[in-house]
């Protein structure tokens, strides 16, 4: 529920592929952009969505404005960020199909990704069984699970997303800290690969 991570979505899509074809995995890390309580007031409203305008033109990457963040929405990204985790924990190659299905009913559909009714059908529809994905998502394992998420990528002083990482050794190496182009990245991660493949 991050626009510049929708933003990013083709772009990280590319790099997934470009380190799988190097044997290198990739990892998806949450990091709980916003934990709100209260529904959007109308200022706040404005803000996100000139972000998003700024974002579509950025990017070109569809957005729904007729109807988005309808009065009285909560953002909270703390339910879509758990039903990541829990999608790493049951079965992790749906991780990403379901990133990309949560992401599309946020910013093209307008449907209200803080449900829990409405990820369960997500995760349904990226390979998970309905049963087990329910279970999983309001259990205490999956909420200290996304708790660790957050506690980790507070603990390196990531306050901006997208944020991407390499990781060698243990070691850890920062590609970009916020959206940039494919064209920008993807020489980046070639070098780190490489160098990767010569340690």
Known sequence: MCSWCWGFAPVVRALAEQAGAAGVPTRLV????RRERAALDPATRARILAHWQAVHAGTGQPFGFDDALPEGFV???EPACRALVVAREL???SVWPLLELIQHAFYVEGRDVTRAQVLVELAERAGIPRIEFAAAFDSPAMLAATEADFT???DLGIAG???LLAERAGQLALLTNGYQPLDALAPLLGRWLEQAAHA
């Not at 949450?30 to 952009?33: K, M, P």
């Open 30 to 33: 949450l990091g709980g952009l």
């Open 75 to 77: 953002y909270d990204t």
């Open 91 to 93: 079965d992790e190659e």
């Open 152 to 154: 980790w990528v507070q």
């Open 161 to 163: 997303f997208p944020t």
